[in-house]
Protein backbone atom coordinates (compact mmCIF):
# COMPACT_ATOMS: atom_id res chain seq x y z
CA UNK A 1 0.00 0.00 0.00
CA UNK A 2 1.24 3.47 -0.95
CA UNK A 3 1.65 6.32 1.96
CA UNK A 4 -1.28 7.70 -0.36
CA UNK A 5 -3.94 5.11 -0.28
CA UNK A 6 -3.04 4.69 3.55
CA UNK A 7 -3.79 7.96 4.06
CA UNK A 8 -7.18 7.73 1.97
CA UNK A 9 -8.05 4.93 3.60
CA UNK A 10 -6.93 6.31 7.23
CA UNK A 11 -9.14 9.44 6.33
CA UNK A 12 -12.14 7.38 6.03
CA UNK A 13 -11.33 5.49 8.57
CA UNK A 14 -11.28 8.25 11.12
CA UNK A 15 -14.72 9.48 10.05
CA UNK A 16 -16.54 5.97 10.19
CA UNK A 17 -15.01 4.75 13.11
CA UNK A 18 -13.58 7.39 16.28
CA UNK A 19 -15.97 9.89 14.05
CA UNK A 20 -19.24 8.09 14.86
CA UNK A 21 -18.12 6.63 18.03
CA UNK A 22 -16.79 9.81 19.96
CA UNK A 23 -19.07 12.07 17.94
CA UNK A 24 -21.79 10.63 16.32
CA UNK A 25 -23.17 8.69 19.21
CA UNK A 26 -22.36 10.99 21.92
CA UNK A 27 -24.13 13.63 20.46
CA UNK A 28 -27.24 11.62 19.19
CA UNK A 29 -27.28 10.84 23.47
CA UNK A 30 -27.36 14.53 24.27
CA UNK A 31 -27.98 16.72 21.37
CA UNK A 32 -24.64 18.61 22.19
CA UNK A 33 -26.46 20.44 25.07
CA UNK A 34 -26.88 20.30 28.42
CA UNK A 35 -25.31 22.16 31.38
CA UNK A 36 -22.91 20.62 33.84
CA UNK A 37 -23.63 21.15 37.37
CA UNK A 38 -20.39 23.27 37.59
CA UNK A 39 -19.08 25.54 35.11
CA UNK A 40 -15.78 24.06 35.91
CA UNK A 41 -16.32 20.69 34.55
CA UNK A 42 -17.46 22.28 31.04
CA UNK A 43 -14.03 23.82 30.58
CA UNK A 44 -12.70 20.44 31.56
CA UNK A 45 -14.52 18.50 29.14
CA UNK A 46 -13.72 20.99 26.33
CA UNK A 47 -9.60 20.73 26.84
CA UNK A 48 -10.50 16.70 27.56
CA UNK A 49 -11.71 16.11 24.24
CA UNK A 50 -9.75 18.74 22.33
CA UNK A 51 -6.53 16.77 23.57
CA UNK A 52 -8.60 13.24 22.73
CA UNK A 53 -8.95 14.59 19.51
CA UNK A 54 -5.00 15.60 19.35
CA UNK A 55 -4.00 12.29 20.24
CA UNK A 56 -6.52 10.67 17.22
CA UNK A 57 -5.00 13.05 14.97
CA UNK A 58 -1.64 12.02 15.84
CA UNK A 59 -1.87 8.19 16.14
CA UNK A 60 -3.71 8.15 12.46
CA UNK A 61 -1.19 10.45 10.78
CA UNK A 62 1.37 7.82 12.56
CA UNK A 63 -0.47 5.20 10.71
CA UNK A 64 0.02 6.66 7.75
CA UNK A 65 3.92 7.56 8.19
CA UNK A 66 5.14 4.72 9.86
CA UNK A 67 2.81 1.49 9.26
CA UNK A 68 2.52 2.77 5.83
CA UNK A 69 -1.49 1.82 6.26
CA UNK A 70 -4.31 1.71 8.52
CA UNK A 71 -5.66 1.46 11.68
CA UNK A 72 -9.13 -0.57 9.93
CA UNK A 73 -8.44 -4.81 10.23
CA UNK A 74 -9.58 -4.69 6.61
CA UNK A 75 -6.30 -2.34 5.25
CA UNK A 76 -3.70 -3.29 8.23
CA UNK A 77 -0.17 -1.40 8.18
CA UNK A 78 3.15 -3.03 6.95
CA UNK A 79 4.91 -2.12 9.48
CA UNK A 80 4.51 -2.47 13.30
CA UNK A 81 3.32 1.39 14.46
CA UNK A 82 5.75 1.75 17.62
CA UNK A 83 6.77 5.77 17.19
CA UNK A 84 5.04 8.57 19.07
CA UNK A 85 2.33 8.13 21.37
CA UNK A 86 2.96 4.28 20.49
CA UNK A 87 6.64 4.50 22.93
CA UNK A 88 4.10 5.31 25.96
CA UNK A 89 1.45 3.46 25.59
CA UNK A 90 0.12 0.38 22.73
CA UNK A 91 -3.46 1.77 23.01
CA UNK A 92 -3.81 5.11 22.80
CA UNK A 93 -6.44 5.69 20.13
CA UNK A 94 -8.78 3.41 22.13
CA UNK A 95 -7.73 5.60 25.18
CA UNK A 96 -8.17 8.89 22.73
CA UNK A 97 -11.66 7.97 22.04
CA UNK A 98 -12.79 7.01 25.48
CA UNK A 99 -11.42 10.67 26.71
CA UNK A 100 -13.28 12.15 23.87
CA UNK A 101 -16.54 10.90 25.31
CA UNK A 102 -15.57 11.38 29.14
CA UNK A 103 -14.59 15.15 27.89
CA UNK A 104 -17.99 15.59 26.09
CA UNK A 105 -19.73 14.54 29.32
CA UNK A 106 -18.45 17.17 30.92
CA UNK A 107 -18.88 19.63 28.29
CA UNK A 108 -22.37 18.66 28.58
CA UNK A 109 -22.59 17.22 32.06
CA UNK A 110 -24.28 14.33 30.44
CA UNK A 111 -24.08 11.37 32.85
CA UNK A 112 -25.45 8.64 30.31
CA UNK A 113 -22.65 9.61 28.57
CA UNK A 114 -20.29 8.22 31.34
CA UNK A 115 -22.20 4.77 31.12
CA UNK A 116 -21.50 4.83 27.47
CA UNK A 117 -17.24 5.30 27.87
CA UNK A 118 -17.40 2.48 30.40
CA UNK A 119 -19.26 0.34 27.97
CA UNK A 120 -16.52 1.99 25.19
CA UNK A 121 -13.65 0.94 27.51
CA UNK A 122 -15.26 -2.84 28.22
CA UNK A 123 -15.59 -3.39 24.28
CA UNK A 124 -12.10 -2.25 23.74
CA UNK A 125 -10.40 -4.03 26.06
CA UNK A 126 -11.87 -7.02 24.86
CA UNK A 127 -11.41 -6.74 21.03
CA UNK A 128 -7.66 -5.79 21.76
CA UNK A 129 -7.07 -8.96 23.86
CA UNK A 130 -9.61 -10.82 22.00
CA UNK A 131 -8.88 -9.91 18.29
CA UNK A 132 -5.74 -7.61 18.40
CA UNK A 133 -3.34 -8.68 20.17
CA UNK A 134 -3.21 -12.37 18.38
CA UNK A 135 -3.27 -10.93 14.93
CA UNK A 136 -0.33 -8.41 15.51
CA UNK A 137 1.19 -11.48 17.40
CA UNK A 138 1.03 -13.79 13.87
CA UNK A 139 1.64 -10.26 11.65
CA UNK A 140 4.81 -9.19 13.26
CA UNK A 141 6.12 -12.23 15.44
CA UNK A 142 8.89 -11.45 17.59
CA UNK A 143 8.58 -7.82 17.06
CA UNK A 144 5.47 -7.47 18.53
CA UNK A 145 6.67 -9.54 21.54
CA UNK A 146 9.29 -7.19 22.47
CA UNK A 147 6.90 -4.17 21.98
CA UNK A 148 4.23 -5.74 23.97
CA UNK A 149 7.20 -6.46 27.13
CA UNK A 150 8.60 -2.79 26.81
CA UNK A 151 5.54 -0.98 26.07
CA UNK A 152 2.73 -0.89 28.59
CA UNK A 153 -0.94 -1.41 26.88
CA UNK A 154 -3.11 0.83 28.96
CA UNK A 155 -1.76 2.92 31.27
CA UNK A 156 1.18 5.44 29.75
CA UNK A 157 4.81 4.96 30.75
CA UNK A 158 6.30 7.81 32.47
CA UNK A 159 9.14 7.93 30.10
CA UNK A 160 9.01 6.65 26.36
CA UNK A 161 10.39 2.71 25.84
CA UNK A 162 13.48 2.89 23.94
CA UNK A 163 11.49 0.64 21.95
CA UNK A 164 13.38 -2.56 19.98
CA UNK A 165 14.58 -2.33 16.19
CA UNK A 166 12.29 -3.75 13.82
CA UNK A 167 12.54 -7.39 12.82
CA UNK A 168 9.81 -7.64 10.17
Known sequence: MERTAA????????????????????????????????????VIGAVVTVCAAAVLIHAFAR??????????????TQHLVVGGLYRWVRNPMYIAVVSAVLGQAGLFGARSLLVYAGGLMVLFFSFVRLY?????????GAEYEAYRR???????RARPARVPPATS
Open 150 to 156: AVPGWFP
Open 63 to 76: FVREGIGTPAPVAP
Open 7 to 42: AAGSSLFFALAPGVVAGVIPWSITGWSGEPDWFGWR
Open 132 to 140: EEPTLRNQF
